[in-house]
């Protein structure tokens, strides 16, 4: 049994419909991110889980429990929002008690509640300070306290962490995967930082303009990403997208990536791909910038493709170079060599054929040789 | 300082000499040969000021040769608010006058003692036959408005007439319900209570309120069947005169007895419930809507309700009738025509021209100028017959009011200055003359009016502190009574004790010397 | 000492040149207060006089305090100063929670629509004339023709002439002034409402709060300072309680309860143009409303450390 399952769930503002048809399986225990840029429905999607928005078409059962036209109190739910939505007026014992003492629940099981809650955030020394006088780490631990005393079934957490900076962000997040490690609560987290996605999720889900682009494990979205938004969207810097036209040379699919350069480059397509693809067809050629290098490597089946570099940005052991080809821009991320001055004079980029992703310029979507 | 005073002497042999050249070419009336401007501050009634361009005003300056101009401003729309800030400012012009509300005789001899105005005396005695002749012809005016050192201050504005109010009763109802009018305090008792209970109005509902007033001080005039008056003067609550004493009406037995017997008609229902809260417009209501029996106002516009409703209200006929016997078999009319205005005009300590002034001021007071101020321009507004002004047709038969009219043009207005009162006798209705006719047929019926007394600073300063705390206890008690929240005869002593309390003796006591100095015991 | 002085000038001297814009734009409001505020002050010593408009207030004699003493031995305006307390002391009590209630009542309704019409309606009174609000509380509670008596009568009790009843003059004064300004003055608490982040109601309706919880727990304690602050002006006009209303609504018989320290000076300004005692009365009411403020400034600060100042 799924803990929380969304089917078909559609949201619609008068005629505006910002959330088309979301189906999503959360299992038990299990910690999901949807991710997606602003305004593409993953926040709406997850007040339509905690019961602050109506669902406008669908399903969604919590518990097995269709909770639709159920108030959110009694969705067994807990909720973190991205400012805290702490109460000015009490101090963070009472916050964190908030919860149960609306519930009415005893002095004693409250306070010993929050004493625990405390414990595992490590909030016992504030406990009787205001929020005003609370660090932003600090603020954000009481809003989680305040969900964990209610140990729901579900914790939805929103943004939580894009208040912080990025210090304290990277820090955040560790604790809450350790939470979630220690509680075991299943947890549905919104965020719009694929790194947070990346380093806290069991599974992605990866939406945009209201839809659920892919859903998966973060290394299968990273390796497999079944479009090009996808792909964009996740890795640091994301990946490059050229486009293409696909012409046969020689019996293999050959990608002439499109520019106004005299000498225009030209990618070998991986040999699985030659049946995938029409000479003429519109392609979307995507290469990592990690999988781009400037020395011949161990890999065996590497192109060269000519390129000029605009910029090139140190980051210490690794570089960025900004560069173009054919006048498509470009990112290649590179070990920096003792000289990084060297890295300004860089003619060509060398590419592993069997890294290369394609898309379908048109529809966006993966090319692949199971198709 | 002495060379001030002595270009002002200088100024006035001038002005005499001009005066003396001037009287050889226009035997009555001109006071100077070459034109003199003369300043003025006049607010009045809180929404007109004095202006030269009255065509009443315009006939002046040519008769007299002198202008006026006004300084007031019309930006005010408070003329005792304008009045106290000329005076706050020190810069007085060379006439000080208006009519604000409270009155401005206090005003005048308060100021003219200390300085502001001049004395007008000497001024009258030597420059101003007309006043002279007035005042010497009526004492009282003089008296009354006389400063505590003596002097005169200010011209008054004098109304003449004496009947101002009377008792009205729908006499058709009287007629409907076979009752003759009232004669005394019982047959009035016997009238309002058939009022009361007989449906005269014939509608099926006990909806009549035998009787109605529209303002406090006629709210308990019934007191009067019982001896008692309200007033000594058309000032609400004011003081009278008893054989040469201060009294106040509102402490003496017959008072005692009137209030309670008013509160136990007020239980009957005799008197309206809401006597108190009705405001201004009562007598429409009352009339227009065919309830109100009887009350106490104005003759001239309560007459005007019998024509006025013909139509509305079938039948009605709500007149005059002389004021019923009180419980001693006398017969009295509490209320008449203020003697004098506290209105009128000063001349300002920097007035330079006060022999010019004065006479300006007595020319007002000649005949030539008594007509001028109270029927308009020959030829215009009315014309001579037989020696006497008449209105002309067009003025009579105006939709807007004479007196409207008048005040338009410069007429009737509060200067200083003697009103006529067949100017107003002339378009008064024949129900309201008939009226006062009966009135004055009827010997004694008017009482004494209390004109008032000047205090000097000390003596005001004592009124000052008390007075106004115990009218407010004065009026207070007589509503709780009226409405029978209290017993009159309970807490009578308590409430003696407590005027007593509040200073009466003392307020008494300072008014008595100050009446005494003024008006001469005798 | 001089050098000080110097020093101190000197640093004026220069915050002006560095901030002259700041002071500028100060300037008007220095002015005002200075011309309008400050200036007028000089007219207080006319409580301390035997004040004659011609004379001036140079002119005219020093008395010390007998103004105040003659308004201390008159019991007139010791019970229009008690009336003054109680009736403001009353309104204090009932006319203060009505516009808060009135804006969470507002705050609760969901229709758009009907919320801004109701506002509307509850606001508008406000804008009607006192001397018209007065015609109609008249007409209201007229013995004869009055709803409220019509409606007493047909259930069997006997007309109440309200007006006239010392007993009911508080009630009528408080009742409907109430209605005339309880809409306009939840305004305030409104938009202190409208303050309050929307995500405190959400996260308090996850953590399972009814709207009666969040009304208690969370919108009266985060629109507590706004309260407070209005409570300490209300208690600085303790004292006062303007005279236009009740002059409309009084009567003599109703003097015992309905005679406040405005009316009468307003009295005993008409009698006798007594600025000398009217401004010793202001004085005395302005003395007394200073140190009540104060007084609620430092409780509050203390208790609930939101203050005025």
């Known amino acids: ?371 | 300082m002495r060379h001030f005073r002595k270009s002002l002497t200088l100024l006035a042999t001038c002005a005499f000499l001009q005066v003396g050249t001037a009287h050889a070419q226009d035997a009555s009336t001109k006071i100077v040969a070459n034109p003199l401007e003369l300043t003025i501050h006049f607010h009045f009634r809180d929404k007109y000021v004095y202006t030269e361009n009255w065509p009443v005003e315009k006939k002046a300056a040519e008769w007299t040769g002198i202008h006026v101009k006004n300084v007031a401003s019309l930006a005010t729309s408070n003329s005792r608010d304008a009045f106290n800030l000329l005076m706050a400012s020190g810069n007085l012009p060379d006439i000080v006058g208006g009519d604000v509300t409270g009155g401005l005789k206090d005003d005048f001899i308060r100021y003219g003692m200390e300085g502001a105005f001049q004395p007008l005396d000497d001024l009258i005695a030597e420059h101003a036959p007309n006043l002279k002749k007035f005042f010497d012809e009526h004492p009282v005016v003089r008296q009354t408005i006389s400063a505590p050192d003596g002097h005169i201050y200010f011209i008054p504005y004098v109304p003449e007439g004496e009947y101002s109010r009377a008792w009205f009763i729908r006499k058709d109802w009287l007629e409907k319900l076979g009752l003759k009018e009232p004669g005394n305090v019982d047959e009035l008792y016997t009238v309002l209570k058939a009022f009361r209970e007989k449906d005269p109005n014939g509608n099926g509902k006990k909806d009549e309120v035998p009787y109605f007033a529209r303002e406090p001080i006629e709210a308990v005039r019934l007191i009067n069947m019982w001896d008692a008056r309200v007033s000594g003067s058309e000032r609400y609550g004011d003081f009278m005169v008893e054989n040469g004493k201060i009294v106040h009406p509102w402490t003496t037995p017959n008072y005692k007895t009137g209030i309670s017997k008013v509160a136990q008609w007020f239980k009957e229902g005799l008197i309206d419930t809401e006597i108190f809260t009705r405001g201004a417009r009562d007598r429409e209501y009352m009339l227009g809507n065919n309830i109100g029996g009887m009350t106490h106002d104005w003759f001239a516009s309560t007459s005007n309700y019998t024509e006025a409703l013909k139509d509305s209200v079938p039948g009605i006929n709500f007149a005059p009738m002389l004021p019923p016997k009180t419980v001693s078999g006398k017969r009295f009319e509490d209320s008449r025509r203020a003697t004098v205005q506290p209105a009128g005009w000063a001349i300002s300590y920097s007035n330079k021209h006060p022999v010019e002034t004065i006479k300006y001021f007595d020319f007002w007071f000649s005949e030539k100028g008594r007509i001028l101020s109270n029927w308009g321009i020959e030829g215009v507004n009315y014309d001579m017959k037989d020696g006497k002004p008449l209105y002309k047709d067009s003025v009579l038969h105006n939709p807007k009011p004479v007196n409207a009219q008048m005040w338009e043009i410069g007429a009737g207005v509060p200067r200083g200055y003697w009103a006529s009162y067949p100017s107003e006798e002339q378009w008064t209705n024949k129900m309201a003359l008939d009226g006062i006719a009966m009135y004055k047929k009827e010997p004694g019926l008017l009482q004494p009016e209390f004109t008032g007394v000047s205090m000097d600073a000390k003596e005001r300063a004592t009124y000052d502190k008390y007075w106004p705390s115990l009218l407010t206890y004065m009026t207070e008690m007589q509503q709780t009574w009226v409405l029978g929240a209290q017993d009159v005869a309970a807490s009578w002593d308590a409430y003696q004790a407590r005027l007593e309390q509040l200073g009466l003796s003392k307020v008494i006591k300072v008014m008595q010397t100050a009446y005494d100095r003024q008006y001469g015991k005798n | 000492m001089t050098s000080r002085m110097t020093h101190y000038l000197k640093g004026i001297g220069e915050d002006l040149r560095r901030d002259w814009q700041l002071y500028l734009l100060a300037l008007p409001m220095i002015v005002w207060f200075l011309l309008f505020l400050y200036k007028p002050m000089e007219g207080l010593q006319i409580a301390f006089k035997d004040f004659s408009p011609f004379r001036g207030i140079a002119g005219s004699p020093w008395v010390g305090l007998e103004n105040f003493r003659t308004l201390l031995e008159d019991q007139i305006f010791i019970r229009a100063f008690i009336n003054t307390i109680t009736i403001s002391g009353l309104g204090l009590i009932f006319a203060f929670p009505v516009p808060i209630i009135l804006a969470l009542m507002f705050n609760e309704l969901q229709n758009e629509f009907g919320r801004r019409f109701s506002q509307t309606i509850v606001y508008l009174p406000h804008f009607i004339s006192v001397v018209i609000v007065a015609g109609i509380v008249i007409n209201l509670l007229s013995p004869t023709t009055g709803v409220i008596n019509l409606i007493l009568s047909s259930l069997g009790f006997e007309p109440v002439y309200f007006l006239t009843q010392p007993e009911w003059f508080r009630s009528v004064f408080i009742g409907s002034n109430i209605w005339k300004e309880a809409g306009f003055e939840s305004i305030v608490y409104l938009a202190a409402i409208a303050g309050v982040s929307p995500t405190l109601y959400e996260s308090a309706r996850v953590d399972g709060a009814s709207r009666w919880q969040m009304i208690w727990r969370i919108t009266l304690p985060c629109i507590l300072p706004t309260i407070i602050i209005m409570l300490i002006i209300r208690i600085g006009n303790l004292v006062e309680v303007g005279f236009e209303y009740i002059i409309l609504l009084y009567q003599p018989a109703t003097y015992s309860t309905a005679d406040v320290v405005s009316t009468y000076v307003y009295r005993t300004g008409l009698q006798g143009t007594q600025y000398d005692l009217a401004t010793a009365a202001g004085l005395f009411n302005a003395v007394i409303a200073f140190a009540l403020v104060f007084t609620a400034n430092r409780i509050s600060r203390k208790v609930s450390s939101t203050s005025l100042w």
């Open chain 1, 1 to 371: 049994m799924s803990a929380v399952e969304l089917n078909d769930v559609v949201k619609r503002y008068g005629a505006l419909e910002v959330v088309h048809s979301i189906d999503l399986s959360v299992v038990q225990g299990e910690f999901v991110v949807l991710v997606g840029p602003s305004g593409c429905g993953k926040s709406t999607t997850l007040r339509m889980v905690a019961g602050l928005e109506d669902i406008s078409g669908g399903t969604i059962s919590i518990g097995g429990r269709v909770v639709n036209r159920m108030a959110p109190k009694d969705r067994d739910v807990a909720m973190v929002f991205q400012n805290y939505a702490l109460y000015p007026h009490l101090n963070v014992a009472e916050n964190i008690a908030f919860g149960l003492r609306v519930r009415g629940e005893k002095n004693a099981v409250v306070e010993a509640a929050v004493s625990e809650a405390a414990t595992i955030l490590d909030l016992t020394p504030y406990l009787k300070r205001k929020p005003a006088d609370l660090s932003g780490g600090q603020r954000q631990r009481v809003a989680m306290g305040r969900a964990i005393v209610r140990k729901p079934r579900v914790f939805l957490f929103d943004e939580p962490l894009s208040n912080l900076d990025a210090k304290l962000r990277t820090q955040m997040r560790a604790e809450i995967r350790r939470l979630h490690n220690r509680m075991g609560v299943t947890s549905i987290y919104v965020t719009h930082d694929q790194v947070e996605a990346m380093t806290l999720a069991d599974r992605i889900v990866v939406m945009n303009s209201g839809r659920v682009e892919q859903v998966g494990s973060p290394m299968e979205l990273f390796l497999n990403p079944a479009n090009a938004f996808v792909a964009s969207f996740l890795g640091s810097p994301p990946m490059n997208l050229l486009k293409a036209t696909v012409t046969a040379a020689n019996g293999a699919a050959v990608a002439r990536i499109d520019g106004t350069d005299d000498n225009p480059a030209q990618l070998t397509l991986p040999a699985w791909s030659a049946a995938a693809l029409d000479a003429g067809q519109r392609i979307l050629v995507g290469l990592r910038p990690e999988h781009l290098e400037i020395e011949t490597g161990t890999v065996a089946d590497v192109q060269n493709i000519p390129t000029t570099v605009d910029l090139v940005e140190p980051l210490g052991s690794e570089a960025l170079l900004h560069c173009r080809i054919a006048g498509q821009p470009v990112v290649a991320k590179v070990d920096t060599p003792s000289d990084v001055q060297k890295l300004a004079e860089v003619r060509q980029l060398l590419m592993p054929t069997d890294r290369l992703h394609i898309f379908d310029l048109e529809t966006g979507r993966a090319v692949n040789g199971r198709s």
